[in-house]
C-alpha cells in the first residue's frame, strides 16, 4: 500500500517556464515533507522541506506547497533550467513509529530547450 | 569533508554468498540509514540507527543485518544473497537535532545478485 504517490512518471517542460511536481499522501500520521533531486548514478540530494503546520515554503526558484485537507503538496520550479532535469522524489516523515522517510517513486522531470 | 561514502559502488554476488556494504560519515551525525531502491520504484527503509551501538528495522529488513559499533560507520550484511537482493543500496545520516529531518545521502553501491 503506497502511502506516498507521484502519479506522474515523467514530466517535460520548456526551459524557463514553470515546472509543477505533484504528489499525494495517505498517511494523516506524516508530520514534515521533503523533495529530493537525484542525477543517474548519484545519491538523492536534498532540495526543500515543509513541516505539517505550514502550507507553504519558498527557496529560490524553488517552491513548496501544502494542501493538508487535500493530502497533496505540489513543488514549483521557475524558471526552469536545463540543469533540473532529474528525477523528483517526494518524501514524507511519520510521528512515531520506526524513524526514516517513505519515499514516492519518483517523477523524471525533462526539461526541453 | 566528504559527508557521506560507500564502500563498494559495484558488487555482483552469487546466490549463497554474503557480503558487507560499509557507509561511512564525516558529518558528526546521529541518525544513519541504510535503503534500497528497485526500477520504477522509491526507496524503502532496510534498517536504521539512532546513534552508536543501536540499530532498529525499517520497511523492508528481512535477509538483512547491520551494525553500529562506530558513530560514524554502519555496516550492511547479507548472510546469504538472493537474486531479489539486487538493487542499489543508499546510506544517509542526519543530524538528530533540529525539525528539518534532512538526510544527506551517499552515491550508492550497486548490488547484483546472480
Known amino acids: ?113 | 569533508n566528504a559527508g557521506v561514502t560507500q564502500t563498494p559502488k559495484f558488487r555482483v554476488l552469487k546466490t549463497g554468498q554474503s557480503m558487507t556494504l560499509l557507509c561511512a560519515q564525516d558529518m558528526n551525525h546521529e541518525y544513519m540509514y541504510w535503503y534500497r531502491q528497485d526500477p520504477g520504484m522509491g526507496l524503502r527503509l532496510i534498517h536504521y540507527s539512532v546513534g552508536e551501538g543501536t540499530t532498529a528495522k525499517g520497511e523492508v529488513p528481512d535477509g538483512y543485518n547491520v551494525s553500529r559499533l562506530k558513530k560514524q560507520n554502519f555496516l550492511l550484511g547479507l548472510e546469504s544473497a538472493a537474486p531479489s537482493q539486487t538493487s542499489v543500496y543508499f546510506c544517509a545520516s542526519r543530524w538528530e537535532g533540529g525539525t528539518a529531518y534532512e538526510q544527506y545521502f551517499g552515491p550508492g553501491t550497486r548490488l547484483t545478485v546472480t
Open chain 1, 1 to 113: 500500500d503506497q502511502q506516498v504517490k507521484q502519479n506522474s512518471p515523467s514530466l517535460s517542460v520548456q526551459e524557463g517556464r514553470i515546472s509543477i511536481l505533484n504528489c499525494d499522501y495517505t498517511n494523516s500520521m506524516f508530520d514534515y515533507f521533503l523533495w529530493y533531486k537525484k542525477y543517474p548514478a548519484e545519491g538523492p540530494t536534498f532540495l526543500i522541506s515543509i513541516s505539517s503546520i505550514k502550507d507553504k515554503n519558498e527557496d529560490g526558484r524553488f517552491t513548496v506547497f501544502l494542501n493538508k485537507s487535500a493530502k497533496h503538496l505540489s513543488l514549483h520550479i521557475v524558471p526552469s533550467q536545463p540543469g533540473d532535469s532529474a528525477v523528483y522524489f517526494c518524501a514524507a516523515r511519520g510521528r512515531g513509529g520506526a524513524d526514516g522517510l517513505t519515499f514516492g517513486k519518483g517523477t523524471h522531470l525533462i526539461i526541453q530547450p
